[in-house]
């Protein structure tokens, strides 16, 4: 489906062109889904984009799933070890079927979810399939090789640290969050990283435990049929065995008191402010958090009074972050500031908490809430230009409920939000217990 006849089914153009009434659908791809006896699900999403096609693999598996005190950081660890050969082909034979291909091939780990994605010709699928399924079902990788790969997630982490946002979002989870596992990022705890070569038997547990099929989704986008996806998927995951484990995720106890933490950094730098809020987990049935991310886009986007004032008219802050992500449990509404000068932190800081403040009280006008609905359906739309684009866009619900039909029925909710309901869920989240400020100054510095 291209672009143009998107647009035209997802804001109903009435043009003689379009030759039949579309619902309106912010993903009105025609999909199947087939589940096998295993627990693996297949999302089948046949498009008119020629000749390519898109694999992504979804586990349900991210740091969310590291409940074991010292044992952070191995979803991410695994998405380097999955590029390290199994059983029938070695890293070099892997890499040699994919670069044949002309394969791009990579894969990116969250809180919730590791996904695994190759773009390829149409007719390399049989063989692409052939080589994932050997990895997510004979996965094989020496001790030495092992060691390897924890010694570049270290790197990777002394990398990030060095780099003050990543240091401020990483006490910001830790300050927030005192018993779910949201309280350390996709990276985990230095002090973990630095123990993971020692820990190759736990790797193959953590494998064990979460690189099975009832944790799996795998989504085919492109020049496909469900025919041929189905067949496939049978043909080389039908034998995976079914897993028996369940990870007790600690659920995170309320918030009765506003939390402070403040970062000295070593080196130059102009500080940094997050101030963050609890707020609601996913969902495409309740209101709260739908109508908190239309609220976002109002109260703090680069169209708000706020951004306008502090970043363009009088210039005190440089770096703007809105973040609210789609998680599935409660996550943290932040936005992320740094200060161009020390001595405006604390008025940088009022004006926020005012911002907050303030969308607990008001209604945001009518109009201004359909024009950003509108901006987000549109932008959404705009996203899902190839096949490559769908996929990429859809795994990250799909992450979260398993099903493309999530994201329709998140717009539609969309539509439903009031501006009452924005100040309602304002007035439940944004209050200062649920409130948590991280401060972020070169050594010395003003806090």
Do not use: C
């Amino acid at each position: 489906m291209k672009l143009f006849t998107l647009l035209l089914l997802l804001f109903s153009v009435p043009l003689s062109i379009v030759g039949q009434t579309k619902e309106r659908k912010i993903f009105p791809y025609n999909y199947t889904i087939d589940d096998l006896p295993n627990g693996l699900r297949l999302v089948t999403i046949p498009t008119d984009y020629p000749n390519l096609v898109a694999l992504y693999i979804v586990v349900q598996t991210g740091s969310r799933n590291e409940v074991e005190p010292g044992k952070s950081g191995y979803a991410h660890l695994f998405e380097h070890l999955m590029f390290r050969g199994s059983e029938n082909f070695t890293p070099a034979e892997r890499n040699e079927i994919l670069k044949r291909a002309g394969a791009s091939d990579n894969a990116s780990t969250w809180d919730d979810k590791t996904i695994y994605y190759d773009i390829f010709s149409k007719e390399d699928l049989d063989k692409v399939m052939q080589l994932q399924a050997d990895a997510f079902q004979r996965l094989k990788y020496a001790e030495d090789a092992y060691k390897t790969e924890t010694r570049a997630v270290l790197g990777e982490y002394n990398k990030n640290s060095a780099n003050p946002t990543s240091k401020l979002y990483e006490v910001l989870r830790a300050t927030a969050y005192k018993k779910h596992t949201y309280s350390h990022t996709t990276m985990g705890f230095i002090e973990d990283i630095e123990d993971m070569p020692n820990q190759y038997q736990y790797s193959l547990e953590f494998y064990k435990r979460y690189y099975r099929p009832e944790y799996t989704t795998i989504v085919v986008v492109g020049d496909v049929t469900q025919a041929q996806a189905l067949g496939l998927t049978k043909k080389y995951f039908g034998e995976w065995k079914r897993g028996n484990y369940v990870p007790q995720i600690p659920a995170e106890p309320e918030q009765t008191e506003a939390r402070t933490a403040h970062i000295d950094w070593p080196s130059t730098t102009n500080p940094y402010l997050a101030v963050a809020f609890r707020g609601p987990a996913y969902s495409d049935e309740k209101k709260d958090k739908a109508a908190l991310d239309i609220l976002a886009s109002i109260a703090f986007g680069e169209n708000s009074d706020i951004y306008q004032r502090l970043v363009l008219k009088e210039q005190k802050v440089d770096d703007w972050d809105v973040s609210f992500d789609n998680q599935i449990d409660p996550e943290l509404f932040a936005i992320t500031a740094r200060v161009k000068d020390p001595k405006d932190m604390d008025y940088v800081r009022e004006q926020i908490l005012a911002a907050f403040k303030r969308y607990t009280q008001e209604l945001v006008p009518q109009d201004k809430l359909d024009a950003t609905r509108s901006r987000m359906r549109y932008r959404t739309a705009l996203s899902m230009n190839s096949s490559q684009a769908i996929a990429r866009v859809i795994t990250q619900y799909i992450a979260l409920k398993r099903t493309p039909e999530t994201i329709n029925k998140l717009f539609d909710l969309y539509d439903q939000i009031t501006p009452a309901d924005i100040r309602d869920a304002a007035a439940r989240y944004f209050v200062e217990r649920n409130r948590t400020i991280v401060t972020l100054s070169q050594k010395g510095g003003q806090k």
